[in-house]
């Protein structure tokens, strides 16, 4: 709100080498959202984009809005949830988006993906540097969609020739027999995030064809048994529900030029005994062995639903008292 006698000022930001429906959403959705978070108007001409309040306001909605071009620039369309974060947690000075840092370009598709805060820069770099990685951190981070990413990526470039998809089928043990259906039908709707992960990557009909192919599987965790995996990128997804001998099982599963990404949140552990969790175990038991990091990924990562974060703090804070 412009207070009394304020006076207004007018900042204009050229957008060249952003493509202005990835800048302001349909309908000009984030613009309206930069409003809402700054009480600056913000209004876009040509090549221009003028933003008008008093200086505080402008300044804020202008350091928004630099945040907002970084990302529409690598090709990438900007959310209503980036500005909301931008405007809450301001604009990394070191940006993950500068220069497109962390892109991962994948055939098909017409965008990249990116990561979009810190955390998450410094998880996808730790996946391109490091043999096995551990990825800690509430839902919404994007643990498991850039796990993906990079793992399609990997086998597009021809490092690896297989990717393998692993989850704890059921919480806390793994018992199908009581659901309906075939043991594919069973564990399918467990499997289901992943799927639709990679469905976002790839086209349906490659997805399909590398399924039918075995270059891409997606199996309950306990299918890993007995199995040595060379040239592979392997992701186990949800591990806080893998017990710890079947973490050790799956760990140790790793084969020549392969890579391993675990996914988990230590908030939605279902198993009956919270230390039976297999990421608990390995978290304390690995760090300092030369080639597994740990990254960890928190409230300020979150990049689904402005709300996803609201919920996430208010639970922290339940559970603190």
């Known amino acids: 709100m412009k207070g009394p006698g ?22 000009d959705v984030n613009f309206s959202e930069l409003e809402r978070a700054t009480s600056a108007r913000v209004s876009l001409r040509g090549e221009s984009l003028t933003i008008t309040g008093t200086a505080e306001q402008v300044d804020r909605a202008a350091s928004v809005a630099q945040g907002l071009l970084d990302i529409a620039r690598i090709g990438e369309a900007v959310s209503v949830e980036d500005v909301y974060r931008f405007a ?4 990394p000075v070191d940006g993950p988006l500068a220069g497109g840092e962390g892109k991962i370009v994948l055939p098909g598709l017409r965008r990249a993906i990116a990561p979009k805060t810190p955390g998450q820069r410094d998880y996808v770099q730790a996946i391109a540097s490091t043999d096995i990685v551990v990825g800690i951190g509430p839902a919404g981070t994007g643990k ?14 021809k490092r690896v020739k297989r990717i393998i998809l692993a989850r704890p089928a059921v919480e806390a043990g793994e018992s199908l027999g009581f659901l309906p259906g075939d ?13 639709d992960a990679l469905e976002d990557m790839m086209p349906p009909e490659r997805v399909q064809k590398a399924l039918e192919l ?8 306990a299918y890993m048994r007995g199995r040595t995996l060379n040239d592979a990128f392997i992701i186990l997804d949800e591990a806080q529900n893998a017990t710890g001998a079947q973490m050790k099982m799956f760990l140790t599963r790793l084969g ?5 990404v675990v996914t988990g949140d ?3 552990i279902d198993l009956p005994k919270r230390e ?7 978290e304390r038991i690995l760090p300092g062995i030369e080639g597994i990091s740990f990254c960890y990924l928190g409230e300020s990562d979150v990049v689904r639903h402005r709300l996803v974060r609201e919920i996430i703090k208010a639970y922290a804070e339940d559970q603190n008292g």
């Open 144 to 157: 498991t969609y850039l796990a993906v990413a990079k793992a399609v990526e990997s086998m597009a470039r």
């Open 256 to 260: 020549v030029n392969s890579k391993v």
């Open 276 to 282: 039976d969790s297999g990421l608990i175990q390995i």
């Open 214 to 221: 075995r270059t891409i599987e997606i199996a309950p965790l």
């Open 88 to 91: 809450s947690d301001g604009v």
């Open 266 to 268: 230590k908030t939605q």
């Open 6 to 27: 304020a006076e207004e000022v007018t900042q204009r930001i050229s957008i060249e080498g952003a493509d202005p429906l990835l800048l302001g959403g349909v309908n």
């Open 183 to 195: 043991l594919q039908a069973k564990v399918d709707p467990y499997l289901r995030p992943l799927y």
